[in-house]
């Protein structure tokens, strides 16, 4: 899972990609619902926290998730593959998106685990997987999502200069694009259990309300 490249690539650089998408079939294996289908009252969140088979899996285990999928997102490179995506030179995060039921949990909610379940002072790596499409990183779709992200990162922030890390590097960004990765990569631990995840945190908890807010 060690990429290639550890410095970010510039557009004029970046691979040209493809005009078709990679198509996804069957549903999930955990939800059993398609992945591509429209989620109605739903929302989403994307975030990247290196290797996106063990955040696919931190995540579809939380209440109130209905569907997860893992992607390629932030960069430049339209439908990249999986391969390209590890040269480092499309630009894109691996990432999770995660379709939530707002009645049911809420973005800090979400938000908290994020930070828990992995590293954000480390750049463009994730523990022993090196490059850049291993960043940290939280795309919003909404501004009230931003705010929530931003916010969260402060009060992270705080707490783990308390224990002596290092700067926050995550990238807090509008979502672009979710390029669906292969077939093979979706729910990948839960079709191989004894699979690679090289998902950990930093011990820190995260000081961001839990659950959902009273209406």
């Given at each position: ?104 949990t809420s973005v800090s909610s979400l938000l908290k685990v994020f930070w828990e379940s992995h ?97």
């Amino acid at each position: 899972m060690l990429g290639k490249k550890s410095a970010m690539v510039e557009e004029k650089d970046a691979l040209a990609g493809r005009g078709t998408n990679l198509a996804v079939s069957g549903s999930h294996a955990i939800f059993k619902t398609k992945l591509d289908q429209e989620f109605k009252g739903m929302e989403m969140l994307q975030v990247g926290m290196g290797c996106f088979w063990g955040a696919e899996k931190k995540f579809w285990t939380v209440d109130g998730v209905v569907s997860t999928a893992v992607g390629y997102s932030g960069g430049y490179t339209p439908n990249p593959s999986y391969e390209e995506v590890c040269s480092g030179m499309t630009g894109h995060s691996e990432v999770v998106r995660i379709v939530f039921d707002p009645t049911k949990t809420s973005v800090s909610s979400l938000l908290k685990v994020f930070w828990e379940s992995h590293n954000p002072t480390q750049g463009n790596r994730q523990g022993n997987d090196v490059g850049s499409q291993y960043r940290s990183a939280i795309y919003y779709y909404s501004e009230e999502q931003k705010e929530q992200a931003v916010a969260s990162k402060k009060m992270y922030q705080e707490r783990l200069t308390a224990k002596d890390y290092g700067k926050i590097t995550t990238e807090i960004l509008p979502s672009k694009t979710f390029y669906f990765a292969e077939d093979y990569h979706q729910q990948y631990l839960k079709k191989n259990p004894r699979g690679y995840c090289g998902l950990g945190g930093t011990g820190v908890s995260c000081p961001v309300s839990f659950g959902v807010s009273a209406e």
